[in-house]
Structure formats: structure tokens, C-alpha cells
């Protein structure tokens, strides 16, 4: 008789332990970015599931517990829907200064802007640049879409975790300490508005590219 097994999900449509593969698979199957690990004992995934939250980014291997990730390749969107927001972001170098800025996708209008900040990378921008799109339309109580071009940004948004190679110094501490408010504002809000790949072979550089490649 095989051994029960107890699957924790981190990452699906709900989130938790459970007893049967089939009800785990009921959770992460099709759901991009899916997270999830069995165990032996419900202790042993309880206390995984418990330390595993409480970290702010997560790392690939934490003490040794390698936890599978379902990704699903990001397939950009075929129909342009101008009544949206775009984001990007540029980084001179990589490592180097990053800034990022959101706009109306119609009217170009820039709705935010982040200063360069220093040894930051192209992904961190372009993920702080999508979280900052979602809390801005909240506040505006708006369900409209958000686009970016960076699938790396889109799977962390949707996986509320930022797996960066990025070594975490002085010089780089205020992206850092905004990727850890953007990953608690993640986790304590819901948002209704689809996050969408642009479609750069069809749509050309999205509208708020910095124009710098």
C-alpha cells in the first residue's frame, strides 16, 4: 500500500494542504506559475508552507526544499485594446540605473514615473512597473488591462515572488526595499485587472518604451 502523502500549495487557485493528488492537481493544473511540494507528513508540509510565506523573496532552494513550479510560456495578446495601461522599463547597463514608467496605452499620457535608481536590473524594473500599475488603477477603483513586454515580470506578478540573482547591497537598497513593498501589496490585495504581454512583433515597442535599445 503506498505511503499518504500531504501536498502543500504555495501557488494556485487556492492555496494550502492537501490530502489527495487529485485535489492538488485540481489547483495548479493550467494555473500559470503554479507552486507546490508533497510530503511525507501534514506537520512537515504545514511547517514548510508556514516558513515559505513568511519570506519576502523567495529563493529557489530553501534549506534544501526544492519546490516544483509550474510554468506556462506568457503568449502575447492578439488584440490591441487601447483603453489599457503599458508599462516598461530601462536600464542602462545590467546591473546598472533602472527606472520604469506606466501610461495610457490611447492617449501616451504618462500616469507615473520612477527616478533612475542605482545597480538595479531590467526585470526588477519591469515587475515594480506592473505592481505599480495594479495599486495605481485600484485607487482609481479602474479594471482596466495592464501590458508589458517582459514575460519574467508577468510570471513574478503572478507568482506574488522575485526570483532575482541580484546581490542585495547599500547601493542597491531602495529597489530592493520597493520590491519588498511591492511583494506585501501582492499578497494583501486583489485585483481584477488582466495583466497582458504586448505584442511587439504585430504592435511594434510598446508606447511607454524609453526608446534606448
Known amino acids: 500500500m503506498a505511503s ?16 489527495s493528488w487529485a485535489e492538488c492537481e485540481k489547483q495548479i493544473k493550467g494555473f500559470s506559475g503554479a507552486v507546490y511540494k508533497s510530503f511525507k ?65 490611447a492617449t501616451r499620457e504618462v500616469i507615473f514615473h520612477k527616478r533612475p535608481m542605482q545597480n538595479g536590473t531590467n526585470n526588477l524594473g519591469e515587475f515594480l512597473a506592473i505592481v505599480h500599475a495594479l495599486a495605481h488603477l485600484k485607487k482609481q477603483g479602474s479594471d482596466l488591462p495592464i501590458y ?21 547591497d547599500t547601493s542597491n537598497q531602495e529597489i530592493f526595499n520597493l520590491v519588498e513593498r511591492a511583494l506585501n501589496w501582492l499578497k494583501n490585495n486583489e485585483y481584477v485587472n488582466p495583466i497582458l504581454k ?7 515597442e510598446i508606447p511607454a ?4 535599445k
Open 41 to 105: 507528513t501534514r506537520r512537515e508540509a504545514e511547517e514548510a508552507l508556514g516558513m515559505i510565506e513568511q519570506l519576502s523573496i523567495l529563493p529557489i532552494n530553501e534549506d534544501g526544499m526544492k519546490w516544483q513550479e509550474i510554468t506556462e510560456k506568457i503568449i502575447p495578446a492578439t488584440e490591441l485594446i487601447l483603453d489599457s495601461v503599458c508599462v516598461d522599463a530601462s536600464c542602462i547597463g545590467n546591473p546598472g540605473d533602472v527606472e520604469y514608467r506606466g501610461m495610457y496605452t
Open 198 to 204: 504586448w505584442n511587439t512583433l504585430d504592435w511594434g
Open 209 to 212: 518604451d524609453f526608446g534606448r
Open 148 to 168: 508589458s513586454d517582459s514575460e519574467t515580470a508577468i510570471i513574478w506578478v503572478s507568482n506574488k515572488k522575485v526570483r532575482t540573482t541580484l546581490i542585495q
Open 4 to 19: 499518504k502523502k500531504y501536498y502543500a500549495v504555495l501557488h494556485g487557485r487556492e492555496t494550502g494542504i492537501f490530502t
